[in-house]
């Protein structure tokens, strides 16, 4: 492989992170979650339990590892939203450079893991741009779960039991940041049981589920202990489910990839009868399974596909070495001497696809947008924050920089009602009865956007007891009616919803959160 090549393909990937990593520094919403994880972080730092009944109006359903990290380092930085961005950004680059280890370990080939890394911050930079550099454990948990599977990796031939056990106790550590990337150990698992020895494969994988299960009791106690007595009720608390979701989001995320996924799929097929490389094939089926699997969930995003897009960049860094190398046989004599300078430069233009699809593909228009944005939200929050008493956010970031108190989490509370867990009369009558200050909802009413973060009930009394008083493209703010004469109404401008850099929803749906406090505080 040329090393022009490497270049072009390095300096390709470093201009798709542009965007995204500028990005992190605007002081405006980037997703649902940002607030929602910075009002748990806050109740962490200020010793509050985070799971103190078995349903709330603020409910958590994360293990509580990524907030206590972040209530930790708040103590330095005195800033919530920057520090976990500056995570986020720090735990992507640790990811990518982990996926170049592992193909460094893979292949002993140290050019295929250059790309390979590179690859990785490509696919992520044009496909899951909207978690890059975002208040949110995804990318901390994911670098912990790499950081498992290159040791196991790196130790299974020399030290087996060592390995296993380590893995295993980094897994646990991971899920306690976020629990749902079970495909890691899953493939772990099922190499173990490939082993060419039969009571080995047996014993080895044995070893390594009893790790498992004593780590994780370990993590369910300390969880109770620190976070409440209902962590495991919290954290698996009832969603709804949709296969068609999950097919249909694995269609809008794995699509757009469709070079990238036939080229890890065919490396799989050929490298898995392989014993030091056959670990990345299973990892691309158990991450595919997995993540068509729980993107049917209600509220999950785009990040359960992440796993898949790791073992891409995987395989098809092992793929760049297996060409480079001439193992494989070519048909053609041009393809033969040819395969190894072109290929890597075809499939980094290929991002040129998902970029498009995305609308990433203009760093310098998206970033004037969010420049806009930030604006837009400083006027939001500077209007809630002049309102006393509380309010009613559909964006959890714009009340806590209001200074707000977190009383309700809409995602997670429109859900439980929805499944009969809690009251929706108590959120009406409050409504009803004007307790909130302020009201703000990401589109207007009548909308059908709103209603899947609110129940149509609370929507109704929305519309009925308030008015709006500030509206753009990003939010609008209600006020009571009773109080409308004494609210100056600012000129409601055209409202458009799907703007250039728009996504569909359930990229920017990922929620959650925390005590039962609305109670008293609304009835």
């Known amino acids: 492989m040329k090393r022009p090549v490497l270049w072009i393909c390095s300096l390709f990937a470093t201009l798709t992170a542009i965007y995204p990593f500028t990005r992190t520094f605007y002081r405006t919403e980037l997703s649902y979650n940002e607030g929602w994880n910075i009002y748990n972080a806050i109740a962490v730092a200020d010793h509050h339990l985070l799971y103190p009944a078995r349903y709330g109006w603020t409910t958590v359903n994360y293990p509580m590892l990524s907030f206590w990290i972040m209530a930790q380092l708040h103590r330095f930085t005195h800033d919530y939203l920057f520090t976990a961005r500056v995570v986020s950004l720090l735990s992507t680059i640790a990811c990518c450079i982990l996926v170049g280890f592992i193909v460094q370990k893979l292949t002993d080939s140290p ?12 696919i992520f930079c044009t496909s899951a741009d909207s978690y890059i550099g ?39 550590i ?32 044995l070893w390594f589920s009893l790790c ?10 300390l969880n109770i202990h620190y976070g409440g007595p209902y962590f495991l009720s919290e954290l698996f608390s009832p969603r709804g489910y949709s ?20 080229v890890a799929c065919y490396t799989a097929f050929i490298i898995f009868k392989d014993e030091k490389k056959r670990i990345a094939a299973i990892f691309l089926f158990t991450s595919l399974a997995v993540s068509i699997y729980t993107s049917g969930g ?8 992440f796993s898949a897009l790791l073992a891409i960049a995987i395989l098809t860094g092992v793929f760049f070495h297996e060409i480079d190398s001439a ?14 300078a072109y290929a890597p430069l075809l499939l980094f233009a290929w991002f040129i696809i998902p970029a498009v699809v995305w609308n990433v593909w203009d760093p310098a228009r998206n970033l004037r947008e969010t420049a806009a944005a930030q604006t837009r939200f400083d006027e939001d929050v500077a209007f809630l924050r002049d309102h006393d008493g509380p309010v009613l956010c559909e964006s959890l970031l714009r009340c806590y920089f209001a200074g707000k108190p ?57 519309q009925q007891n308030y008015v709006p008083v500030l509206a753009h493209e990003d939010a609008i703010i209600y006020a009571p009616k009773v109080r409308s004469d004494s609210v100056q109404i600012v000129p409601m401008k055209p409202y458009y919803r799907q703007t250039a850099h728009a996504r569909p929803d359930y990229r920017l749906a990922s929620p959650h959160h925390h005590s039962p406090k609305l109670l008293a505080a609304t009835s």
Request: some cysteine; proline content about 7%.
């Open 174 to 205: 991971a899920a306690c940041i976020k629990h749902n990337p079970i495909d890691f150990p899953l493939a772990v698992l099922l190499d173990l049981a490939f082993l060419s020895s039969p009571s080995m494969a047996k014993l080895r994988a």
């Open 134 to 172: 975002v208040d949110d454990p995804q990318f901390l948990a994911l670098a912990f779960f790499l950081a498992g599977f290159l040791l196991y990796i790196q130790l299974r031939e020399k030290l087996p039991t060592l390995a296993i056990a380590g893995a295993a106790c980094v897994f646990i």
């Open 406 to 462: 977190y009383l309700y989490d809409p995602f997670n509370s429109t859900r439980l009602i929805q499944l009969g867990k809690l009251d929706a009369g108590v959120p009406s009558n409050a409504i009803q009865k004007h307790q909130d200050a302020a009201i703000q909802l990401d589109s207007p009413l009548p909308s059908e956007y709103a209603s899947g973060r609110f129940n149509p009930g609370m929507l109704d009394m929305i």
């Open 243 to 262: 296969l068609t979701k999950g097919l249909i989001q694995a269609k809008d995320v794995l699509g757009p990839l469709l070079m990238p996924l036939c």
């Open 111 to 122: 050019r295929a893991s250059w790309l390979a890394g590179f690859f990785c911050l490509a």
């Open 212 to 221: 498992m299960i004593i780590f994780a009791a370990a993590a369910v106690a």
């Open 327 to 340: 193992q494989w046989a070519w048909p053609g004599k041009w393809l033969k001497t040819n395969a190894a």
């Open 298 to 305: 209600q509220g999950v995003s785009v990040n359960s596909h």
